[in-house]
Structure formats: structure tokens, C-alpha cells
């Protein structure tokens, strides 16, 4: 406790050397501005301006000064005592539900010397050592980033999902998917159209645009001239094959299997209004020889 009053009152001391030389400034500046002929607005214009600068940096030093007087009270003898206790169980200070991050950052300040970092013999590893206030050491050994992988890694499903989504869809909408099934970037944020991008780009995921192959069931309907319900049957029945990476994402349809001959019978059948009979999926059809 008297090393803390020490250093309080230390703090305290500093600060008022800092006022008083604030003032002094204030009264230069103050000095220096009465001085100046008015008409010379240029100058005149500076002088203010320096003027209100350490108006405002005095006054700052006196907010800190009066807050740092508040801060410190007299403590009971049971305040005393946890101080003590919590100062001999490092772990339960640690973990102690007030303890926040600036009260643990002084902590590590207080009881470390130092923290030596090298790499073992083929660089896989950090190697840290950890110097104590005592002067107890302690080794650490830290897996290395390697060279072109960040620290904050955009999950595989997600670029999964962008490179089959990809075949379909805009970076707009599959920014959107991702959010919408409560996926993050490697750094924790939200996708936007421009976070898609630098994942594919950085990731060298496959460009399967440019084979214009694949058709969403939109496209699909429009391209059979059938409704989009009828799409949606028909892959639903097996008929049409289409793939879906995760639920609630669009349906990817290979633009070839518009072509299948039960793909056109379907769709004939829904145009001259008969209804064929229904397929179940999960039932293989045999030829009849």
C-alpha cells in the first residue's frame, strides 16, 4: 500500500508541474496575442488559434488532476485485507468477476520482466520465454502462421459455398446467403460484396462463371418455358438433377440436363396440359428388354 500511495502521489506531482507549465503558456500565448496589431488578421488569426490550444490543453491537465484526487481514498481494514489476499492468489485476482481487461493488462505489467521470442531450428515454431518479476522463467512454444495464411482464416464451408455458389450467383447475392446463414469473415464481420471477392481471390477458388454451365431454377423456368413450381417438381421427383450445397441456398442445374429426354417429356406434358404419372425418387426404373 505505501508503494501505491508512492506512486499516486508522484502521479500527482507530475501533473501539477504539467499545470503549472500549461498556465504559463496560456499566459504567453495570452501575452504574445494583445501584442499583435489587430489589423494584421493573418497573424492575429495564428496567435488566437495557439491561444484556445493551450487554453484547452490546461484544462485538461486540471480534469486529470481533479480526477486523479477523487480517485484516491482511504480504504478499511477488510479492503485492506482482500487487496492483500487477491495480491498473494494471482489466479483468483485473475479470474475475479471486476477483474476487467485494463486491471489484467496492468497485472501482466506488474509481474513479467520481459517476453524473449526466437523460432526453433525450422522455423514451425515461436519460442517464447517468459521472465518473471522473481525471476522464474517459463517457456512457451507457438505454432508460426505460415508464410501467406492470416491469422484469422475465412472458414472452408464458407468458401465452399462461395465456389459453388459462384456458378449461379453474383457476389451481391451470395454476400447475402452467407449473412443470412450466419457465416463470418476470417476477421468476424459481416459479408459484403467486396469480402467475397478478396476471398476468391485470395483463396484461388475455381472461376466456374466463365463456363456459363449451370442455371438457377429462374433461369431454368424461363429457359423451358415452364413455371418456376414445375422446376421445382421436377427436381423434387428426380427428374431434372440439380444440387443444392446447404439448405435454404439456390438449386444449381447443369444447363445440359434441360436437354434429358424425361427433362422435355415433362415439360411437353405440363405445356399440352396432361398430367404423366408421378415418379418416386427413391424408386430406380428398370428397362424393359
Not at 198 to 208: K, T, V
Not at 240 to 264: E, F, G, H, N, Y
Not at 266 to 280: H, N
Not at 282 to 288: A, N, T, V
Request: hydrophobic share 35%; glycine share 4%; with cysteine.
Amino acid at each position: 500500500m505505501q508503494k501505491f500511495d508512492q506512486q499516486h502521489d508522484e502521479r500527482r506531482h507530475q501533473l501539477q508541474l504539467s499545470l503549472e507549465k500549461a498556465r504559463y503558456e496560456v499566459d504567453r500565448a495570452r501575452r504574445q496575442y494583445d501584442q499583435v496589431d489587430p489589423s494584421n488578421r493573418l497573424v492575429a488569426g495564428e496567435l488566437e488559434s495557439r491561444w484556445n490550444t493551450m487554453l484547452e490543453r490546461a484544462a485538461e491537465i486540471e480534469q486529470q488532476l481533479e480526477a486523479l484526487t477523487h480517485e484516491r481514498h482511504a480504504l478499511s481494514e477488510s479492503q485492506r485485507l482482500e487487496l492483500l489476499k487477491l495480491g498473494q492468489d494471482l489466479p483468483l485476482l485473475w479470474n475475479h468477476e471486476c477483474a476487467s481487461a485494463e486491471l489484467k493488462k496492468r497485472i501482466l505489467r506488474t509481474v513479467l520482466e520481459e517476453i524473449v521470442i526466437g523460432d526453433d531450428a525450422d522455423r514451425t515454431n515461436h519460442l517464447l520465454v517468459l521472465h518473471w518479476k522473481g525471476g522464474v522463467h517459463t517457456e512457451l512454444s507457438v505454432v508460426r502462421t505460415r508464410p501467406g495464411k492470416k491469422h484469422c482464416e475465412t472458414s472452408v464451408t464458407a468458401l465452399e459455398l462461395i465456389e459453388e455458389l459462384w456458378k449461379v450467383c453474383s457476389d451481391q447475392a451470395i454476400a447475402a446467403t452467407l449473412n443470412r446463414l450466419g457465416f463470418k469473415t476470417g476477421g468476424g464481420k459481416t459479408w459484403r460484396l467486396h469480402s467475397v471477392h478478396n476471398a476468391r481471390y485470395i483463396h484461388r477458388l475455381n472461376n466456374y462463371r466463365k463456363e456459363n454451365a449451370w442455371v438457377t431454377v429462374e433461369q431454368a423456368s424461363k429457359k423451358l418455358g415452364v413455371s418456376h413450381t414445375v422446376i421445382r417438381r421436377l427436381i423434387r421427383e428426380g427428374t431434372l438433377p440439380a444440387s443444392q450445397v446447404v439448405m435454404s441456398t439456390p438449386w444449381i442445374i447443369d444447363r445440359k440436363s434441360l436437354t434429358l429426354a424425361a427433362v422435355q417429356t415433362a415439360v411437353e406434358a405440363v405445356r399440352s396440359g396432361r398430367q404423366l404419372p408421378k415418379r418416386d425418387p427413391k424408386q430406380p426404373e428398370f428397362p424393359f428388354k
